[in-house]
């Protein structure tokens, strides 16, 4: 599977949207792109996933850029509760279904 | 969304127990995981199953075991712990038509 590549940590403001952005530079063409948060040692939470297209759900919107080497997922209004570490992971579509989790981004929304 | 439990949430155990981990998911999930994390660290892939009788080794070395008799249950032993097996575990099914993974809230194991 590809590698990913997230900055450190991140800071935003309530109410404003959080951009997460994510490098997949290696990624290959029938790789998808997971997100995932976990919130203080809780079991990581889906948040969402796509291929090439952009991807909208309840919690979060996916940006994949054209050429499919990076992403970013917007939390359009962040909350407190939305403060955790958010997962990047590019895995194989087909067979392999494994996901490997790197250290991630540690979101911290400040009130 | 899947229904996946875990227990117990938290254990301390003195060295040398025999101890087993219990997760159990209600959506009929073939495949299903364990995940071992330490405090502030990366989650690491311990055991996979892709089905009844079927369970592989991940990718982090474990003197762990687990079994896989009915589909919905996947617990995981430890046939004698050690101060060297605290850590949190994390049990995980998914999706067979999306492949995303729900994950229980975790186990988390202190060996004294």
């Known amino acids: 599977d590809a590698k990913t590549t997230q900055p450190t940590s991140m800071d935003c403001a309530e109410g404003r949207a959080a951009n997460l952005p994510c490098n997949h530079s290696t990624i290959s063409g029938n790789e998808y792109v997971y997100w995932y948060r976990q919130i203080h040692s809780q079991g990581p939470q889906y948040i969402i996933h796509g291929l090439k297209n952009n991807e909208t759900n309840e919690m979060a919107s996916l940006i994949i850029t054209e050429d499919r080497k990076s992403s970013t997922l917007i939390l359009p209004h962040a909350t407190l509760r939305d403060t955790a570490v958010y997962y990047c992971?590019?895995?194989?579509?087909?067979?392999?279904?494994?996901?490997?989790f790197g250290k991630g981004t540690l979101l911290t929304v400040n009130p | 969304e899947a229904d996946i439990y875990q227990t117990p949430r938290y254990l301390v155990i003195g060295t040398g127990k025999k101890i087993t981990l219990e997760c159990s998911q209600t959506m009929g999930h073939d495949k299903m995981y364990w995940y071992q994390q330490d405090p502030g660290m990366e989650l690491h892939l311990i055991h996979y199953?892709?089905?009844?009788?079927?369970?592989e080794k991940g990718d982090l070395s474990s003197e762990s075991t687990v079994s896989r008799i009915r589909t919905e249950h996947f617990p995981l032993t430890l046939e004698s712990a050690r101060p060297s097996h605290t850590s949190q575990y994390l049990c995980?099914?998914?999706?067979?038509?999306?492949?995303?993974?729900?994950f229980g809230p975790g186990t988390r194991l202190t060996v004294l």
């Open positions: 995980a099914s998914s999706d067979p038509y999306t492949d995303t993974q729900y």
């Open positions: 992971i590019v895995r194989d579509g087909g067979s392999n279904y494994k996901l490997t």
């Open positions: 199953s892709y089905g009844v009788n079927s369970t």
